[in-house]
């Protein structure tokens, strides 16, 4: 017994030295970068120029809803005034109904390009009365903010490229890689009529891009539980969206002679063991990257855990499980969105049916959410359609593409982390990942959890300064890239 007692000490004492090792070898990720180029914003101008871009109500068309279609050729229009260089010096293609398409053609045709995206569409505006400053009013406040839909997402974005491009033209600034920059009009609605129909024009013309960046993840502060600096979240792969329906029909008939099971009764026992029985939990590819890259930023016990994933991953992943937010990076997930039954309360209903958005994590296909599905109902009686698109590509951490992201951000915020993250919502950036394996989400603006509230919500902003630094961080990585 002794020697066993002293075999297992041995072992532990084994396995703790080990542990401890690998915590000390996990070194940091973050890139040594030089200072920025010097480039002059005009904070104050393209303040008002975003300001202006803000009134014009372009909400995408769905449901049965068109576009405003005078509202998206204002936009153009003004667009087209403010940044005359860019009109004048780069192709300009209209795809679809409002997206646009420019090229700035390089000194060497022979390099991939470059494809820069943003989008001109915004959600509507919710109890506009409620709102601080009228949310299509485009008011540059004396706070120091820009008040409109779209300042954040995603007009910000856009104008900040624009200028950035603008200004590189002004000081005669010649790429050797052609930069393409693409802005759909319907993002907010699944890309079709724009992003998708870009991705396929370049497809067409056997276009392979060097790298793609889109909007994304913003410089988190106080957003990573344990680390104290800002950190940049830079999407690297982003989860699918699916409508699954589940449908039970019966034969119907008075509400007062009931059967022992109705349709509804049915689906609500399905759509109950659904969310009961949920995908399992993995902690990979994009959430991984994350606590590889800000894992070596924090006190020894959490830096213990994230050098130690091969051990802790169970718990890591149980400890995320308790928050949605966080429970939606590590998993497949199913919500139940809406019902329907009969149309009377004393009327059995011949047809119930339940529809569920999906997010399929990347490496969970749509096959493998039928599958789930049918496993957990385990009833021939429901039945089930599931159609959506499928989870990104992760995007790999070992291209030109990354190391140039990573320094242009370093260099313009030299006090900010930059690490890899799952994207849980959708962007247009997963039209394009055929055409590159370096696809990346990132929006160059500092928010906290109250400006995250603001996105899609009441009183979205982007103050001042936030957008001048956008621009310089736009102007930077178009040099590092281009070169």
Same mark, same amino acid.
């Not at 405003?68 to 860019?86: I, S």
């Not at 000081?171 to 998708?196: I, M, S, Y």
């Not at 030299?414 to 962007?427: E, G, Q």
């Given at each position: ?197 870009? +991705?396929?024009? /370049?497809?067409?013309?056997? #276009? &392979? %891009? $060097?790298?793609?960046?889109? =909007?994304? *993840?913003?410089? !988190? ?42 349709? +509804?009764?049915? /689906?609500?026992?399905?759509? #109950? &063991? %659904? $969310?009961?029985?949920?995908? =399992?939990? *993995?902690?990979? !590819? ?52 809406? %019902? $329907? ?143």
């Amino acid at each position: 017994m002794k020697r066993v007692l002293l075999a297992l000490l041995a072992l532990l004492l084994l396995l703790v030295g080990g542990l401890v090792v690998r915590t000390l070898r996990f070194g940091s990720r973050q890139v040594a970068a030089e200072p920025a180029e010097p480039f002059s914003v005009d904070a104050t101008g393209a303040a008002e120029r975003l300001a202006e871009a803000l009134r014009h109500r372009t909400v995408a068309a769905s449901d049965g809803t068109g576009a405003e279609d005078a509202a998206f050729q204002a936009l153009h229009a003004q667009l087209v005034a403010q940044f005359p260089l860019v009109h004048a010096q780069l192709g300009h293609e209209t795809v679809g109904a409002h997206s646009h398409l420019y090229t700035w053609k390089g000194t060497e045709p022979g390099l991939q390009p470059v494809l820069l995206m943003g989008h001109l569409d915004v959600v509507p505006a919710e109890a506009e009365a409620t709102w601080s400053h009228p949310p299509f009013g485009g008011a540059v406040v004396a706070d120091g903010y820009v008040y409109g839909r779209g300042a954040l997402d995603d007009k910000g974005s856009v104008l900040a490229i624009l200028e950035a491009v603008e200004g590189l033209l002004a000081q005669g600034h010649r790429p050797r890689r052609t930069v393409l920059l693409a802005f759909g009009a319907d993002e907010e609605v699944g890309g079709r009529d724009g992003a998708a129909l870009v +991705a396929k024009l /370049l497809r067409e013309r056997g #276009v &392979r %891009l $060097e790298s793609v960046l889109d =909007e994304g *993840g913003p410089i !988190g502060v106080g957003l990573v539980p344990g680390v104290d600096a800002p950190v940049a979240l830079v999407g690297v792969a982003e989860k699918g969206s699916a409508r699954v329906e589940l449908v039970v029909r019966s034969a119907g008939g008075h509400a007062s002679m009931p059967p022992p099971q109705t349709a +509804a009764g049915i /689906l609500a026992r399905a759509v #109950v &063991r %659904l $969310e009961e029985h949920p995908f =399992e939990p *993995g902690l990979r !590819g994009g959430t991984l990257s994350l606590f590889e890259h800000v894992g070596p930023e924090m006190g020894f016990g959490k830096r213990l855990l994230f050098a130690n994933t091969w051990l802790f991953a169970p718990l890591i992943e149980r400890q995320m499980a308790q928050a949605p937010s966080t429970n939606a990076s590590i998993r497949t997930t199913f919500a139940a969105t809406m %019902l $329907e039954g009969s149309p009377k309360p004393n009327v059995l209903p011949s047809q119930a049916r339940a529809v569920l958005n999906v997010r399929p994590l990347p490496g969970d296909s749509l096959e493998d959410v039928r599958a789930h599905v049918r496993d957990v109902v385990d009833d021939a009686r429901v039945e089930l359609l599931a159609e959506g698109d499928e989870a990104s590509p992760v995007s790999r951490l070992d291209t030109e593409g990354w190391r140039q992201l990573q320094r242009s951000i370093r260099q313009v915020f030299p006090d900010v982390l930059v690490a890899p993250f799952l994207t849980v919502a959708a962007t247009d950036s997963r039209h394009f990942h055929p055409l590159s394996d370096s696809v990346y989400r990132f929006m160059p603006v500092r928010m906290t959890r109250e400006d995250l509230a603001r996105m899609h919500g009441r009183d979205e902003r982007l103050s001042v300064a936030g957008h001048a630094a956008a621009i310089r961080f736009y102007a930077q990585y178009l040099r590092n890239t281009t070169r």
